[in-house]
């Protein structure tokens, strides 16, 4: 250890000693480590914000059934093109057959539609109409004031819960619980604002409001696309609640046994396996090309560690003159080199994580620096100095003394 530590002393003062030439060695470092901590930063921030979007929308405890699935070519898409509607129907059978693996079933449909109050109006607002089992999903939920009763909605009363921006921009300061705004002209009384959601990629997840499905459908008429979410009784058994929801279906549908399902099924990480298979690469891609830099920046450590070891040729024959071993010269010319790529690598983590965070606050991208990069950024500069300094340390141990001492 003692050895050790004198090897790190020695590498640090000959750094100091040459701090320009220091910096420029590993400069390449710094510039790899400070791309690779700000991609994986922007990928992670990415990837949270993907995935606090979807459950947001399509909830954990729950899944929904809809018109397709999942298709990925068009020739796919031609097989399911023909699938009927979802109705009514569909989420009556699901209630009836359902068994005892499904706690609540809720229909809903979404449309951009127009909202204002007094001389204040949103023409882009997501207008959800939804069934009167919407309060048992974690989707919808009310901050202040309250949810729809399931009275109300199933008795159509022009009541409406509002998202936090709709409640900002159109009240400010003022509280909306109780007033009345306008969907499409038509009034509704405010019975409640749901919390804030925050923005995903610069678009707001709280611009939106809720209305019963039937006002929904006599505003929009009844011809919209209509959606199922249903919530199994026990999250830890929602695969069989999906296969109770899909013989339902079936068995309502009237399908054969042979017959592919003539709808689809969905659940959250449906969802976020779909943006992982679609990203992992082109993630796996741009982090492999960021990381080749660090291949250049320790092809130039080894570069200039062989100039040290010219240069330093009668300190290294002298040392071995006074007794040093071919692994006390090889220690310290490794610790050197480590410690000049450390060195780089922990100024990369810093530039990495204030480029990460400027993007961040300049554009919708989100950031997020994860502990588990900036050690692995400073790890992997330490094995490329480790790595691309053996053969400088090498070269630096063979030396012979005699010959050494000669050079001048």
Known sequence: MNALLESAGIAIQAIWSAKLRSFMTVLGNIVAVTSIIAVVALIQGLNASVKDAILNQAGADSFSVQQFPITTSDEEFDRFRYNPRITRSDMRAIERYGGDQVAAVMMESQITGQVSYRDKQIDNATVHGVTSAFNQFSTYDAERGRLMSPVEVERSRPVVLVGWEIADRLFGSVDPVEKELQVEGVRFRIVGVSKKRG????????????????????LYGSRRQLSITVKPRDLSRISAAMDEATVALRV??????????????????????????????????LVGVVALSLVVGGIVIMNIMLM?????????????????????IMAQMLTESVVLSVFGGIIGVLFGSAFAEIVSSL????????????????????????????YPASRAAALDPIEALRKE
């Open 199 to 218: 923005s995903f990629l610069g678009q707001s997840q709280d611009n939106f409001i809720v209305i019963p499905l039937n006002q929904f459908q006599m």
């Open 308 to 328: 040290v070891v010219s240069e330093r040729t009668r300190e290294i024959g002298l040392r071995k003159a006074l007794g040093a071993r071919k692994v006390d």
């Open 363 to 390: 554009t919708p991208v989100p950031a997020a620096v994860e502990p588990w990069s900036v050690v692995l950024g400073i790890g992997i500069t330490a094995l490329v100095g480790l790595f691309f300094g053996l």
């Open 252 to 285: 309502a549908r009237r399908l054969r046994p042979r017959d592919p399902n003539n709808f689809g099924l969905f659940t959250s990480d449906t969802f976020l396996d779909l943006y992982y298979r679609a990203t992992s690469g082109i993630f796996a891609v």
